[in-house]
């Protein structure tokens, strides 16, 4: 149990491969995940039957860790394009057919807990804006690489929300036109260059004409883990991919840095974790990009919340809103 002067939420992060769902005791400057239950999403059963599975894994934690359900709040961390606090979905290829369909108001009907559902790119950055190694600064940008590329933004102390709650679609900025696709058609984009899906796809369509690549030896459909893993032992076609995505980045990574002029840049995500051998190169590459300002220092970082920045970020979230 969380001790008197702590707050305890329950949250939940929604991608597009697992759901996450977790109790959290918050204080002003600490948070600590009690119990968590982790499922997979996939998508195509459709929203109903995700959400019912979701509201049966918060039931299940509310009851271990001993809290009331209705006087409880939960906060929703989302893979979007999603309406910020009631969680209407627009159209993604990542959840085909949950458009239209509102987290909030669906799992506050289900356990009556009181819900706000944001992007989990926002709940990120808000979580390394509070509880992060660079907490408390005004201008800070989260982008994550996994699967897709999103990115949270602070500027001037604020959320960056935008328009229609669309704003961190960093994934999305134009990085050599022409260009392979990400999943919504947008060509040459940093999402369909250098996301562990658009990694995996190149490889997969490249070993075609490079028999010779450690690569060939499995029988399954290649993974970004597998390109990362064949560069680490040397394979000249996984380096040259590897070599590619550092390069398109980078070149993400200077258009950020122009566009905001962040304190700091956090980087997260699964392929950011893989590409640990080539930090170095990756922060050289950015710096022979980025403006003239950022040759002497560059404010990029990696995450020290690890795959747990969005589900922080919803907790704080609906605490504040609470
Ligand atoms: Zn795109």
Redesign the pocket.
């Known amino acids: 149990m969380a001790n008197p002067t702590e707050q305890i939420v329950l949250a939940a992060d929604i991608g597009g491969t697992s759901i996450r769902a977790a109790a959290l005791a918050l204080s002003d400057s600490t948070v600590s995940i009690l119990d968590s239950i982790k499922f997979e999403t996939r998508p195509e059963r459709g929203f109903q039957s995700a959400m019912n599975e979701l509201a049966l894994n918060i039931s299940s934690i509310a009851k271990r860790v001993e809290v009331d359900l209705k006087t409880t709040p939960l906060g929703v961390a989302s893979a979007g394009p999603i309406s910020i606090y009631d969680g209407v979905y627009d159209l993604s290829p990542n959840l085909p057919n949950w458009e239209g369909f509102g987290v909030s108001q669906y799992l506050q009907n289900k356990i009556r807990s009181p819900t706000v559902t944001a992007h989990d790119g926002a709940m990120a950055v808000l979580a390394e804006s509070r509880v992060g190694n660079h907490k408390d600064k005004l201008n800070m940008i989260y982008l994550t690489v996994s699967t897709g590329i999103g990115a949270g933004i602070i500027a001037n102390g604020k959320l960056v929300v935008g328009h229609n709650s669309g704003a961190g679609e960093a ?2 900025i134009i990085i050599n036109r022409g260009g392979r ?2 999943e ?3 060509k040459g ?4 260059l250098s996301s562990g899906s658009a990694i995996a796809d190149i490889a997969q369509k490249k070993i075609a004409y490079n028999r010779n690549s450690t690569l060939n030896e499995g029988d399954q459909r290649i993974t970004a883990a597998d390109v990362v893993a064949a560069a680490r032992r040397h394979d000249p076609l996984a380096s040259e991919i590897i070599s590619d995505v550092l390069d398109n980045l980078s070149s993400g990574l200077a258009s950020l840095l122009a566009l905001f002029d962040p304190e700091v840049l956090i980087l997260g995500g699964g392929v950011i974790d893989g590409l640990a051998p080539w930090w170095t190169e990756l922060l050289q590459k950015t710096k022979g990009t980025a403006l003239p300002r950022y040759r002497d220092y560059l404010p990029i970082f990696q995450t020290s919340l690890g795959g747990n920045a969005p589900l922080i970020g919803a907790a704080i979230f609906v605490n504040d809103y609470a």
Do not use: P
């Open positions: 994934g999305h696709s990400c919504n058609g947008c984009c940093l999402e369909g």
